[in-house]
């Protein structure tokens, strides 16, 4: 069965860069077969996608959030990573990485349970 | 690229059957089939329940069910149960491999 798992600081001081991984268990990010995504969920809010990555490095990024934003792959950890520079309190969210299925970026079918990450000082 | 425009809350009587819209553009909705719906109980992640429009995962009870009519997509919850109270996601494929979530419905179960 899939699973992924976020893990990074829950802590983040303003004008700092945001680092998160996600591990994948059950499948292979190497297999290039599918991307893998970010979605953020401030606290009472709606849901907003950051961006995706393939294996490949083929990325996508959601244009509010483009100048700031840089995913990874680590194929030999199983992890891909999000890099959200420059951060501001608007940035506190439950981060959720999540998996495309059918090789597109386009519906999620399998998230992370997602981590809070706070930005202050 | 504008978030996908849903009702706050909805809400029904178990049995009853209610419907929840997401009304995006003619960049986003309107132009492909590619509209995908999320439930998210508190504290827990998002559960796809609805893909490309109208298919429904496997495991996914077939009490939801999925439209589209131009630039507006509708998830329906027939036979309403105390445990569909949740919040309610749309998110629609917006071209050149980005995505576009909806601002979310509560439904409450009366």
């Known amino acids: 069965q899939l699973q992924l798992q976020e893990s990074g600081p829950g802590l983040v001081k303003p004008s700092e860069t945001l680092s998160l991984s996600c591990t994948v268990s059950?499948?292979?990010?190497?297999?290039?077969?599918?991307?893998w995504g970010w979605v953020r969920q401030p606290p009472g809010k709606g849901l907003e996608w950051i961006g995706s990555?393939?294996?490949?490095?083929?990325?996508y990024y959601n244009p509010s959030l483009k100048s700031r934003v840089t995913l990874s792959v680590d194929s030999s950890k199983n992890q891909f990573s999000l890099n959200l520079s420059s951060v501001a309190a608007s940035d506190t969210a439950v981060y959720f990485c999540?998996?495309?299925?059918?090789?597109?970026?386009?519906?999620?079918?399998?998230w992370g349970q997602g981590t809070l990450v706070t930005v202050s000082s | 690229q504008s978030a996908l425009t849903q009702p706050a809350s909805v809400s029904g009587s178990p049995g009853q059957s209610i419907t929840i819209s997401c009304t995006g553009t003619?960049?986003?909705?309107?132009?492909?089939?590619?509209v995908s719906w999320y439930q998210q109980h508190p504290g827990k992640a998002p559960e796809l329940i609805i893909y490309?429009?109208?298919k429904r995962p496997s495991g996914i009870s077939d009490h939801f069910s999925g439209s589209k009519s131009g630039n507006t997509a509708s998830l329906t919850i027939s036979g309403l149960r105390a445990e569909d109270e949740a919040d309610y996601y749309c998110?629609?494929?917006?071209?050149?491999?980005?995505?576009?979530f909806g601002g979310g419905t509560k439904l409450t179960v009366l």
């Open positions: 999540a998996r495309h299925p059918g090789g597109t970026v386009v519906e999620f079918d399998f």
């Open positions: 059950g499948a292979s990010i190497s297999s290039g077969r599918f991307y």
């Open positions: 990555i393939r294996y490949s490095g083929s990325t």
């Open positions: 003619s960049s986003d909705i309107g132009s492909f089939n590619l």
């Open positions: 490309e429009v109208t």
């Open positions: 998110c629609s494929y917006a071209g050149e491999s980005t995505v576009v």
